[in-house]
C-alpha cells in the first residue's frame, strides 16, 4: 500500500489549496481515508476523514465550513479542498488509510498507512 500527498503549497491568508493523495495496493472506497496535520513540536492531530462505509465525513472543528474531504473511486484518490486558509493552518499534511469504527476514526493510531506528508505554509 503506498499513499502519496500532493498539493501544498505557500499561500497567502483566505487563498485556497486542493491536497491530493493517490493510493495504490488499497481502495480508498472500502477503508476510512484520513487527513492529519503535523507542526513540529506538537502531536498529529485529526483534520478530517472519509469513511469507508457510505463515505460520510467528519471533520475537525477547526476544519468545518473551510475544509471538504472527497474522494474519487475511479482514480483511486482522495482530496482536501481547504478554502479561507489561516496562519495557523500552517502545517505538514499527511493522508491515512485505516479501518476504525465510530470515534476511534480521529485518533491517528487506527490508521496503518501514512503518506510522506505535504507542506502547507500559509503566511502573507
Known amino acids: 500500500v503506498q499513499l502519496v500527498e500532493s498539493g501544498g503549497g505557500l499561500v497567502q491568508p483566505g487563498e485556497s489549496l486542493r491536497l491530493s493523495c493517490a493510493a495504490s495496493?488499497?481502495?480508498?472506497?472500502?477503508?476510512?481515508m484520513g487527513w492529519f496535520r503535523q507542526v513540529i513540536g506538537q502531536e498529529r492531530e485529526f483534520v478530517a476523514v472519509i469513511r469507508r462505509n457510505g463515505g460520510s465525513t467528519a471533520y475537525a472543528d477547526f476544519a468545518k465550513g473551510r475544509f471538504t474531504i472527497s474522494r474519487d473511486n475511479a482514480k483511486n484518490t482522495v482530496y482536501l479542498q481547504m478554502n479561507n486558509l489561516k496562519p495557523e493552518d500552517t502545517a505538514l499534511y499527511y493522508c491515512a488509510s485505516g479501518q476504525a469504527i465510530h470515534s476511534a476514526v480521529y485518533g491517528p493510531a487506527n490508521y496503518n498507512y501514512w503518506g510522506q506528508g505535504t507542506q502547507v505554509t500559509v503566511s502573507s
Open positions: 495496493g488499497r481502495a480508498v472506497s472500502r477503508y476510512n
